[in-house]
């Protein structure tokens, strides 16, 4: 069974410039989140999306959007790129058994913003 | 306020040491605990999930105990190796269908030889 899929691995951009990240949830799996991760912060929650539609939101400017395809397949776009956008961006999807709340995780998304 | 506290924030033993993280949570209603390792540049995977009623529970050299009372929760490793060197994190679920998550900010751990 494949894993979750995050696309691209590593990318850089400059200050004000936009990214759309894109995530492939595991077969079958509805649910997907998406966490910035930078160093002594931890992972803060972005969004969740669960059948195409937001389920939860986390406490970020509207410049981080998402969206949920027909195939579960998700992105997350961030606009107007700040220094401070500088993280690791990682996707998560979670089975019809949301109650045991495992998370399994994408080896994520580098960005470097300079 | 729902909030998950760990410790220490960061640990250095030397290989074949035993060690023992800490997470403290004020989440309700509580639904299950869950112990992430993530090693560096690496998305986190779980480890074990602990529910309400259950005490211990153990995966390979990894043994998470849940103390429901106090609301504490450990994760401790026995004979580490240098592959334990990670990122531990501490999720707690919450609400009656344990949609949501809690998350602590993580141990990092440095075993060295």
């Known amino acids: 069974k494949a894993g979750v899929t995050q696309t691209p691995r590593y990318l850089i951009k400059t200050r004000g410039q936009q990214v759309t990240l894109s995530c492939s949830p595991i077969?079958?799996?509805?649910?997907v989140s998406w966490y910035q991760q930078t160093p002594g912060q931890g992972l803060q929650f972005l969004f969740e999306y669960f059948s195409e539609t937001q389920r939860n939101k986390g406490n970020f400017p509207g410049r981080f959007s998402g969206r949920q395809f027909s195939n579960s397949r998700s992105e997350m776009n961030v606009s107007t790129l700040e220094l401070g956008d500088s993280a690791l961006y990682l996707c998560?999807?979670?089975?019809?058994?949301?109650?045991?709340?495992?998370?399994?995780f994408g080896e994520g998304s580098r960005l470097t913003v300079l | 306020k729902n909030q998950v506290e760990q410790s220490p924030q960061s640990l250095i033993i030397l290989e074949g040491k035993n060690c023992t993280l800490q997470c403290n949570y004020t989440v309700s209603p509580f639904s299950n605990l869950r112990w992430y390792k993530q090693d560096t540049g690496r998305g986190p995977v779980s480890l074990t999930i602990m529910t309400f009623s259950e005490n211990t529970k153990s995966n390979g050299r990894y043994t998470a105990t849940l103390d429901a009372d106090t609301k504490q929760s450990s994760l401790h490793i026995t004979a580490s190796q240098l592959s334990d060197s990670a990122s531990y994190i501490c999720?707690?679920?919450?609400?009656?269908?344990?949609?949501?998550?809690?998350f602590g900010k993580g141990t990092t751990l440095s075993v060295s030889s």
């Open positions: 998560a999807s979670r089975g019809m058994r949301v109650q045991t709340g495992e998370l399994f």
């Open positions: 999720v707690v679920s919450a609400g009656q269908a344990g949609t949501a998550l809690i």
């Open positions: 077969s079958g799996h509805r649910s």
